[in-house]
């Protein structure tokens, strides 16, 4: 091990109540581009003004939802890496392990984690606008998208408002009970794991700060520095696909020496 994963496997050698806090990094090593790098990130190529509000789905249904469509499409093929797999295997060694994620992909659930926070939604929990009508995504699976990347969502059966993704745009609510558990979960583990995100967006990035409030330790994975990375216990500049398993290999080889 190298001396951060050897710090980091330190800082949480005594975990029984883990709370792992993940976002779009913890997918790019599964093929799902994140937000904010500066090459590859989904904002450095698209305006999220132009789509990620409720403002731009009215304004222009037909290339939001095909957008999100398309996205959906990517994600919904896709396997969760090591990683993942990681942080289920983990949870069956510690007495609780909760994952809030800002990601809509469903990987951890792919994976088999079931504890699961989806804070910003899911691609695939599609439902209607107006009323949120749930909207059943095989109806979606045929659909091809032209080549300008627009189509025009269809109606709820029930209402006729036009069907969106359910994710949580700029500007809406997070869903009240991932915020109820996400805090609660902040307030009842030992120590926390952050990987895969940039840290500045909110209410997400405030769990860390929960958690080093009082007193617990925090370790990040991130390939690069985040506005976080100073104040935590350990900051590991690694992916999450390299980083995970072998951190979860040295945690679960601890606990069996303690047992
Ligand atoms: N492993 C771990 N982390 C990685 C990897 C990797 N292989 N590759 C990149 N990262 C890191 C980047 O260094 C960056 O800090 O993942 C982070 C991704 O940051 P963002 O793109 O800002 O994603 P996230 O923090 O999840 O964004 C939060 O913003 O636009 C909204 O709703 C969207 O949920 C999203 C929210």
């Not at 450095?44 to 789509?51: V, Y």
């Not at 104040?231 to 390299?242: D, G, K, M, P, Q």
């Amino acid at each position: 091990m190298t001396g951060e994963s050897r710090q980091a496997a330190d800082v949480l050698a005594g975990t029984r109540r883990l709370m792992v806090v993940t976002g779009a990094g913890m997918s790019r090593d599964s093929g799902v581009p994140t937000f904010r790098d500066s090459l590859t990130g989904l904002w450095s190529q698209f305006d999220p003004q132009e789509l990620a509000t409720e403002q731009a789905f009215r304004a222009n249904p037909s290339r939001v939802f095909g957008w999100y469509l398309d996205r959906w499409r990517q994600v919904r093929d896709i396997e969760p890496h090591p990683g993942y797999h990681a942080l289920t295997q983990l949870r069956e060694w510690l007495d609780w392990l909760t994952v809030a994620t800002q990601n809509v992909d469903g990987l951890h659930a792919t994976a088999g984690n079931g504890n699961i926070i989806e804070l910003h939604g899911l691609l695939s929990a599609f439902r209607c606008l107006d009323e949120g009508h749930p909207y059943d995504s095989a109806k979606l699976q045929e659909i091809r998208v032209p080549e300008d990347g627009a189509f025009d969502p269809p109606e709820c059966p029930q209402c006729g408002s036009p069907i969106r993704p359910g994710v949580v745009w700029f500007g809406e609510a997070l869903p009240a009970d991932a915020v109820q558990r996400a805090w609660s979960a902040a307030d009842e583990c030992d120590s926390m794991l952050v990987v895969g995100t940039s840290s500045i967006v909110y209410p997400a990035a405030e769990l860390p700060e929960i958690v080093l409030a009082k007193g617990c330790p925090v370790v990040e994975i991130n390939p690069t520095a985040t506005p976080l990375s100073g104040l935590v216990s350990v900051s590991w500049r690694e992916r999450a696909a390299v980083a995970l398993p072998a951190l979860v290999e040295h945690l679960i080889s601890a606990t069996a020496r303690v047992q």
